[in-house]
Each structure stands twice: as structure tokens, then as C-alpha cells.
């Protein structure tokens, strides 16, 4: 897996939620918004490399990470 995949995508660590938020550069400002609690464009984790993994996994497209969590959760909260 290329570490490539991971350039576009912004990682913010939210000290009051203790999670990290991750969102494409394009939709960063979600990042910090209160709208991105229930928006499918913010996926969170407590752990760095679980967000990672998932972006390499899926070579950072969007539409296969959807699928791969489909069905989990309608928000990605991945523990």
C-alpha cells in the first residue's frame, strides 16, 4: 500500500471527544464544524492508524470506503 493515498485527506485529534477526525482536503472545514458530527464525509477513530489503514486500504476513494463500512454504521466511528 502506497503512502501516497493518504495526500488530499486532513487529520485533526479532538482532545474533548479523544478522537482523531479525518476528512478530504476538500471538505476539512467539517473538520471543524458542529454539522460534522452526523456527516458521512468525517470518519473518526481513537486511533491514527485505523483512519490510515482504512485510506490505504481503499487507495483513498471515497465510494469504496463508504462500501466498506456500509451496513456498520450510518456515521463511521471506528473504535
Do not use: C
Not at 19 to 25: D, E, F, G, P, V
Not at 30 to 39: E, Q
Amino acid at each position: 500500500m502506497r503512502n501516497e493515498n493518504l495526500y488530499g485527506w486532513v487529520f485533526v485529534f479532538n482532545p474533548y471527544t479523544q478522537l482523531w477526525n479525518t476528512a478530504k482536503r476538500e471538505d476539512y472545514n467539517l473538520l471543524f464544524s458542529a454539522t460534522s458530527k452526523n456527516d458521512s464525509r468525517v470518519l473518526k477513530s481513537k486511533n491514527i492508524e485505523t483512519l490510515t489503514s482504512i485510506i490505504l486500504k481503499t487507495r483513498g476513494v471515497v465510494a469504496k470506503i463508504n462500501k466498506l463500512v456500509e451496513g456498520k454504521v450510518k456515521h463511521v466511528i471506528v473504535h
